[in-house]
């Protein structure tokens, strides 16, 4: 299994939303309920447009009415619950984990939920300094950057893996802290392999009753990693021959077994995708072919070459 590659997971905490009526219209930018609804439906088909992801989409789904009938029960004087947003986001790297957080901060702040809507990726080393103070100043310098959008930090259980005297701990105290600080306009989504961000949390009690939205990024099927292939490779105007999809799928097939390299991983799919491009290009200019058609086909050859390399 090669779990331990250098991808990074996430913790976060967010702050307590007050749904406050005179923000839900405009996320600063101008635009009427209307044209936010559209901008809401788009990024929804956004999300939907991914592949898998199933009980991603409908809770995500869930999330966007929840907080819709929040605002209008509130805009009809009716007790409104506070609005947490920060989640846990658990699975193997490469399951659409960064991905969803992104549509996510957009779709918040068409909400009127966040001003910017933007993410912040960060990881350990990013908030982690090295003498007393530091690391405080660091974290904050993040927090910062993120407010008005999502904070994601990738593998946060790393916060934790120094132990007592690790700088680590002033990192989530001064995250803590800045849930606080900040929690109309600031989410927090720590992310990172399920096992870990579980038992992360489950040694950070005070932190997990923070977090009251957890996501699981399964593994994808080795179908949805071929339909993956094909939307990538349509999405920069490419073309996968048959044979070329059909070298992918036994490709998928051949690893699933030795439990080698792939893991559901659509990041591998879109490196191998990307790397099959340049073999694409090579072939071409050797050959001087430009017809449309052969501009955009992504041959078999492509792809075995792809895997040499
Ligand atoms: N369901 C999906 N449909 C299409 N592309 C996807 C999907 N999930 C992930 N990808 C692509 O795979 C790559 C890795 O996804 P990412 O969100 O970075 O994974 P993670 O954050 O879990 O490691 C990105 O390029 C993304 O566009
Ligand atoms: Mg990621």
């Given amino acids: 299994m090669t779990r331990r590659v250098s991808f990074p997971g996430s913790v976060t905490r967010p702050g307590r939303y007050q749904l406050q009526a005179e923000t839900r219209a405009g996320s600063g930018k101008g635009l009427s309920p209307d044209q936010e609804r559209e901008n809401l439906g788009d990024l929804m088909s956004e999300l939907n447009s991914l592949i898998g992801l199933g009980k991603v989409k409908k809770l995500v789904g869930e999330i966007k009415d929840y907080i819709t009938i929040q605002q209008q029960r509130r805009d009809m004087g009716l007790l409104a619950e506070p609005l947490v947003l920060h989640m846990v986001f658990k699975g193997n790297p490469g399951t659409g984990k960064t991905t969803v957080a992104r549509i996510l901060g957009k779709a918040f702040a068409r909400m009127g939920l966040l001003s910017k809507g933007h993410l912040t990726e960060v990881e350990r080393a990013d908030l982690v ?31 934790a893996r120094g132990g007592e005297k690790d700088f680590g701990k002033e990192a989530i105290d001064t995250l803590v802290k800045a849930m ?9 989504i720590l992310a990172g392999y399920r096992g870990e961000m579980e038992a992360f949390l489950r040694s950070n009690p005070g932190l997990k009753s923070r ?40 490709l998928l097939y051949e690893n699933a077994g030795s439990g080698e390299l792939v893991m559901g991983n659509a990041r591998y799919i879109r490196n191998l995708v990307e790397a099959a491009i340049r073999k694409q290009a090579v072939r071409l200019a050797k050959a001087k072919v430009t017809t449309r058609e052969a501009l955009m086909a992504l041959e078999r050859q492509d792809i075995i070459e792809a895997l040499e390399k």
């Fill in 129 to 159: 300094g090295e003498y007393i103070g530091h690391t405080a100043l660091k974290t904050r310098e993040m927090v910062k950057k993120a407010l008005g959008g999502i904070l994601f930090i990738d593998e946060a259980y790393s916060l």
């Fill in 180 to 188: 606080e600080d900040h929690k109309d306009d600031f989410v927090l």
């Fill in 211 to 250: 977090f009251p939205i957890h996501i699981e990024f399964p593994d994808y099927k080795i179908e949805e990693l071929v339909d993956i292939a094909e939307q990538i490779t349509r999405n920069r105007q490419y073309r996968l021959t048959p044979g070329a999809r059909e070298k992918i799928r036994e």
